[in-house]
Structure formats: structure tokens, C-alpha cells
């Protein structure tokens, strides 16, 4: 096999473990995202809201910004732009976050939230 053939065979081969990989991480995020946060939110672009907003869009997006859902005094308060860490800050610990906030959640494994923020950045956009 030609150093090029070769080339272009490893190239392919890294290129087919990222997308499993990638699908992999998206698959685990989606899990984390419906045991964690799933009862109460949606990702998907014209779901409803639930007990909470729905959360398409949300990486980027003002806090308290989604229209028609009666945020909370504090929520709406707080001034909030969601990024990644902002992201892991409140899924965190919620109250330590936004006190007095409607929503209160901790999810203390730093993976699990890693995972529900990828898969928000990905599935929601």
C-alpha cells in the first residue's frame, strides 16, 4: 500500500471513530438530558413547554427569555446569558446559582452534566 493510500485508509478510519464517537456522546447526552431534565423540559424546536421552558436554543440565549412561560422573579432577575458554564454552574446546583429560583436541581456528577450540555449544544440548535 502506497504512503498516500495509506494516508488516505487512516484519514477514513479516524473520520468513521469520531462519528461513532460523536453519536455515542449525543446518545449518552440525550439519556442524561431525559433522566435529569426530561420530566419537566424539551429540546426539540416547537415542543411545548412543560414544568419548565422548553430549551431549544438555549446555549446563547438570555435567561428567562422564552416567551410565555411565567418565569420566576429571580430567574428573570438574574441577568443570565446560557453558555456551557453558565450551563454546569446551574445544573449544579440551581439555588447556589439563582436563589430563589422555581427550579431546584443538582446533578453532582461533572460527566453526566458535560454530557446534558453537549447534547443541548448539539440537539438544540
Known amino acids: 500500500m502506497s504512503k498516500g493510500a495509506r494516508t488516505a485508509a487512516w484519514a477514513a478510519a479516524v473520520i468513521v ?7 455515542q456522546d449525543t446518545a449518552e447526552g440525550e439519556r442524561q438530558f431525559q433522566r435529569n431534565c426530561g420530566v419537566c423540559h ?3 424546536e416547537d415542543g411545548p ?3 419548565g421552558p422548553n430549551l431549544h436554543g438555549i446555549v446563547g440565549r438570555p435567561a428567562a427569555s422564552e416567551d410565555g412561560f411565567p418565569y420566576s422573579a429571580a430567574m428573570s432577575a438574574s441577568g443570565l446569558v446560557w453558555d456551557a458554564a453558565t450551563l454546569d454552574a ?3 446546583n440551581s439555588q447556589a446559582l439563582v436563589p ?3 427550579m431546584s436541581v443538582r446533578v453532582r456528577d461533572e460527566a ?3 454530557a446534558i450540555i453537549d447534547y443541548l449544544e448539539t440537539a438544540g440548535q
Open 90 to 92: 446551574y445544573i449544579t
Open 112 to 114: 453526566q452534566r458535560a
Open 42 to 44: 424539551v429540546v426539540s
Open 17 to 23: 471513530f469520531c462519528s461513532a464517537a460523536s453519536a
Open 100 to 102: 430563589g429560583a422555581n
Open 49 to 51: 413547554a412543560r414544568a
